[in-house]
């Protein structure tokens, strides 16, 4: 399936390829185009728009979009939900909010400035979400 987001990836951009490809579609194509062309894009492709001004899988009632999906999508995974709230404060400038989302904002910052074509960038920084989950699920682990 196919799925469309605005180009110059950047922490909830990078982070709702991860959550589609690893819980919800692991054959996933992404597109990234500039915000004045997704609507033209989806209705030529047929694309699921994400994190993009007024699609349902977008910001909602201070959400992020991978906020979004995960409610969404029924996802009920303790660590998933903990990476949500980091996601979220990252995303959405609420860094004091959560030790861990100031990280997560500088590493974004760093692989834009690295790698400024978006696959590329989502491509490398999986890695770097592989491994935040997998924090997250020995901190949920704590809380039980």
């Avoid at 992404?30 to 492709?45: E, N, Y």
């Avoid at 995960?70 to 990476?83: E, F, H, N, R, S």
């Avoid at 609420?94 to 100031?102: C, E, I, S, Y």
């Avoid at 760093?110 to 491994?131: A, C, K, T």
Wanted: aromatic share 10%; net charge negative; proline share 5%.
């Amino acid at each position: 399936m196919q799925w469309i987001t605005r180009s110059h990836v950047h922490v909830d951009r990078v982070a709702c390829p991860w959550l589609i490809t690893r819980f919800i579609d692991n054959e996933a194509e992404f597109l990234f185009v500039p915000a004045s062309q997704i609507d033209k894009t989806v209705m030529s492709t047929g694309a699921i728009p994400f994190d993009a001004p007024g699609v349902e899988l977008g910001h909602h009632e201070g959400d992020c979009s991978f906020q979004t999906i995960v409610k969404t999508y029924g996802l009920k995974d303790p660590a998933l939900l903990l990476m949500a709230e980091i996601v979220g404060c990252a995303d959405t400038d609420r860094l004091a909010d959560h030790p861990v989302a100031a990280g997560l904002e500088a590493i974004a910052v760093g692989y834009s400035l690295r790698h400024p074509d978006d696959s590329e960038n989502i491509g490398l920084q999986f890695e770097v979400y592989d491994s935040l989950y997998a924090w997250c699920r020995l901190e949920a682990a704590k809380r039980r």
